[in-house]
């Protein structure tokens, strides 16, 4: 296990990663970093979730564990990052189990002696001038995971030279840090807009192909998504399933036709994409609460009512 623990006072003299904030400027100061910790190490107070104005980065690179975070615990595999700042109470010790991981811990400080308390989205916010978002837990690919740990070794072996030129090196890896979490937090962004595009497409799909016999399947398939995510997705996007808003468009239709036209029920069933038209009529009156030819006896003693009165 390799480490370094804050042995100098705070310099303010290099002024890379210099943050402004509420009129003050502020500057990083590496506290410890650990790579490969594989055993409980630190003050006995930390075994326990506690508190203070530090940043943690922590990299679980093997096996499985787990830390606690505002007392909940949270599961971790191999390449999973939490991110805490100051104000989160939090404990990687006693839930570690058999995991290993590495770890930077960094507080931002003003030459007064205040520290920054701000999440770290918005820190990486002020850094960049770029929106972030990336919560406080990632799940990383194999590949981000080797090169994220790489990049805190080069940190922890910069932090352990005396040399000023180190210590600009160290400085400069960690914006190298902060910048492959902006990266990270921009390629969501980017996956995030195109899954939004392909749910909305979907819906519009629905919207043109309602008298279809249309499966959760297909219709994920075509977004290029899980059953189980393009379900989730589409009815945290619009408040209702799938299949719920293939059931709505078709009943609006029949509503339609029922008003409109006088065609008999069993048109209206097939137009509307029903082949039996006693399962339209059963399905009709469990979305109305009344059978078509009474929905249509109805509208027609209401002849001047708008469409959304007749709702």
């Not at 402004?20 to 410890?32: D, K, M, N």
């Not at 807009?193 to 629905?206: G, L, N, P, S, V």
């Not at 003693?301 to 708008?306: A, D, N």
Request: aromatic share 12%; proline share 4%; net charge positive.
């Amino acid at each position: 296990m390799l480490r370094y623990v804050k042995t100098q006072s705070r310099r303010t003299d290099c002024q890379l990663l210099a943050i402004q904030e509420q009129g003050q400027t502020f500057y990083p100061s590496l506290h410890h970093t650990a790579i490969h910790q594989d055993a409980p190490v630190g003050d006995r107070k930390t075994f326990c979730e506690h508190v203070h104005d530090l940043y943690h980065l922590v990299l679980y690179t093997r096996h499985q564990g787990g830390y606690s975070r505002c007392g909940k615990i949270i599961s971790t595999i191999p390449g999973t990052l939490a991110l805490v700042w100051p104000g989160q109470p939090h404990d990687f010790i006693t839930c570690r189990k058999t995991a290993v991981y590495s770890e930077i811990t960094f507080a931002y400080e003003s030459p007064s002696g205040k520290s920054l308390s701000i999440p770290f989205d918005q820190l990486l916010s002020l850094y960049s001038g770029l929106p972030v978002l990336l919560g406080d837990l990632l799940q990383l690919s194999e590949d981000k995971t080797n090169h994220l740990n790489s990049l805190l070794i080069q940190l922890t072996d910069f932090a352990n030279s005396p040399s000023d030129y180190s210590f600009y090196l160290r400085q400069k890896t960690l914006g190298r840090i902060f910048d492959f979490l902006i990266e990270s937090s921009q390629q969501q962004k980017s996956v995030s807009e195109t899954q939004d595009y392909r749910i909305h497409q979907a819906k519009c799909y629905i919207e043109s192909h309602y008298t279809e016999s249309l499966s959760i399947e297909s219709l994920a398939k075509s977004a290029g998504m899980s059953k189980g995510y393009f379900f989730r997705q589409f009815k945290q996007t619009f408040q209702i399933s799938p299949s719920m808003y293939h059931q709505q468009l078709r009943m609006e239709a029949a509503k339609t036709l029922l008003r409109c036209s006088h065609l008999q029920g069993k048109e209206i069933a097939a137009r509307c994409g029903y082949e039996n038209p006693f399962f339209f009529c059963r399905v009709f009156k469990k979305y109305t609460g009344m059978t078509p030819l009474t929905f249509r006896k109805k509208s027609i003693q209401l002849p001047f009512q708008s469409t959304e009165q007749l709702r």
